[in-house]
């Protein structure tokens, strides 16, 4: 298996609160991602980053921002949670070769009250 | 992308080979075809890709059709651990940061029974 963390791997938040995800992978990976999980819509990317302080929107990106500051952390942040972002949030990495196949964490299930 | 089409549930027999088919008929030359599963609460397990040759690998041996039509995932000895939602995908980089977009559809439900 990829060598992917995600931590936490459950949150309960408030309204209104910032959220901090991380995803550590240890595969030293130039590609990461953050994609969000739902009934009915799948997975959808959120952010993604192509190196260290890389980063680009996804199509999902309103209300979240990431950085990446050193190859294996990838951050994902809710600047203000709100109900509609709970959801299970995965990440994954991805090799350098054309076409090369993702593979995720086991995703960090998030609850906004 | 290409969409492609799964038979929405299956089971097999623990010890048998399950085939799990799929339908891409739109799919173009250049678009390859990705198998994941997804266990329930864990994430999306790659499991193989190919473009137009056959491809085998630890996990599972993928059959193409020579017109790329159609492909079957083959997991040769099926075992509980094996049940699951697994995705079809057809999808392309198109060359950019972003890699694949992965489409994620509604999957087949396997089912391995003792």
């Known amino acids: 298996d990829a060598g992917i963390t995600q931590s936490p791997r459950h949150k309960v938040t408030e309204t209104g609160t910032p959220v901090t995800l991380r995803c550590h992978q240890t595969?030293?990976?130039?590609?990461m991602y953050w994609y969000r999980q739902d009934p009915g819509h799948g997975l959808r990317l959120i952010h993604y980053?192509?190196?260290?302080?890389?980063?680009d929107k996804g199509e999902v990106s309103d209300g979240y921002s990431v950085s990446r500051s050193k190859t294996e952390d990838f951050l994902l942040t809710l600047e203000s949670a709100t109900s509609s972002q709970t959801s299970v949030y995965f990440c994954?990495?991805?090799?350098?070769?054309?076409?090369?196949?993702?593979?995720f964490g086991n995703g960090t299930r998030l609850t906004v009250t | 992308d290409a969409k492609t089409t799964q038979p929405t549930s299956m089971d097999c027999a623990e010890g048998r080979a399950a085939n799990l088919p799929c339908n891409h008929s739109t799919i173009s030359g250049n678009e390859y075809v990705y198998w994941y599963r997804q266990i329930h609460s864990q994430g999306p397990q790659y499991i193989i890709h190919g473009l137009k040759n056959n491809e085998t690998n630890e996990m599972a041996s993928l059959i193409i059709t020579e017109d790329r039509k159609s492909s079957t995932l083959i997991l040769p000895h099926a075992t509980l651990r094996d049940t699951a939602v697994y995705y079809c995908?057809?999808?392309?980089?198109?060359?950019?940061?972003?890699?694949?977009?992965?489409?994620f559809g509604g999957g087949t439900r396997v089912l391995v029974k003792p």
């Open positions: 995908i057809v999808s392309v980089n198109q060359g950019n940061a972003a890699g694949n977009k992965l489409t």
């Open positions: 980053s192509y190196g260290v302080k890389d980063t």
């Open positions: 595969e030293n990976h130039r590609y």
């Open positions: 994954a990495i991805r090799g350098t070769l054309l076409n090369s196949p993702l593979h």
